[in-house]
């Protein structure tokens, strides 16, 4: 009988590298947070607000446009096959997270748009709640589900579409450039912090 080793292990789920994205997520929100308690805390409103387009960006193209895509494009079909969610079903609570989370992102554009500090604000703290319930919810629930639902087959043909998006947004790029982006904000807000 053959021994499945670590590695083998960890090659067949099809959730770890999802929770590895959920980790860049909630660090970027951390680090809002930081940016909105020190504007409360030294009564200096705009400070996120002018790294706004930052955050921003990084929710619409790094959350939105491929971590979410892959959840819902991807994971999500393959949870959706008869049999596989036997106990129960959170893929409607989880989309319906998703589309709360946008509707905070679009309000948090139109902020900028008409300079509304304050607004921007409590709708980068609202996604920042959300997105954290959200993220625990699907470590802890969704995720183990799909590890042992999920027949091999299904996990090798999803690791295979993963890797077509991950190839096609440029994964090393995309990471390496929101990595630096979260380096840069933190030096931003810490030099503030010691002026
Ligand atoms: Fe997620």
């Known amino acids: 009988m053959s021994v499945i080793n670590l590695?083998?292990?960890t090659d067949m789920q099809v959730t770890h590298e999802l929770m590895n994205e959920h980790q860049l997520i909630l660090k970027y929100?951390?680090?809002?947070k930081r940016y909105i308690n020190f504007s409360q805390?030294?009564?200096?409103?705009?400070?996120?607000?002018?790294?706004?387009?930052?955050f921003v960006d990084f929710i619409k193209v790094f959350a939105d446009s491929y971590h979410h895509v892959k959840e819902e494009d991807m994971l999500f079909k393959y949870l959706q096959t008869p049999?596989?969610?036997?106990?129960?079903?959170?893929?409607?609570?989880?989309?319906?997270d998703h589309e709360q989370?946008?509707?905070?992102?679009?309000?948090?554009?139109?902020?900028?748009?008409?300079?509304?500090?304050n607004n921007f604000c409590t709708n980068a703290s609202n996604y920042g709640q959300l997105m954290q319930q959200h993220i625990m919810k699907e470590d802890n629930i969704l995720y183990p589900m799909a590890e042992e639902g999920l027949s091999d087959d299904d996990k090798i043909a999803l690791k295979?579409?993963?890797?077509q998006?991950?190839?096609?947004?440029?994964?090393?790029?995309i990471w390496k450039k929101f990595q630096e982006k979260h380096?840069?904000?933190?030096?931003?807000?810490?030099?503030?912090?010691?002026?």
């Open 7 to 9: 590695k083998e292990l």
């Open 29 to 32: 929100i951390d680090l809002m």
């Open 41 to 54: 805390a030294n009564g200096e409103d705009n400070l996120l607000f002018e790294k706004a387009q930052d």
């Open 83 to 96: 049999g596989v969610l036997s106990h129960c079903n959170p893929l409607p609570a989880m989309l319906s």
């Open 101 to 117: 989370g946008r509707i905070f992102v679009q309000n948090m554009t139109e902020a900028m748009s008409s300079e509304n500090k």
């Open 160 to 163: 295979n579409e993963y890797k």
């Open 165 to 173: 998006i991950e190839e096609q947004i440029d994964k090393q790029h």
């Open 183 to 195: 380096l840069e904000l933190e030096s931003c807000l810490n030099n503030k912090v010691t002026e």
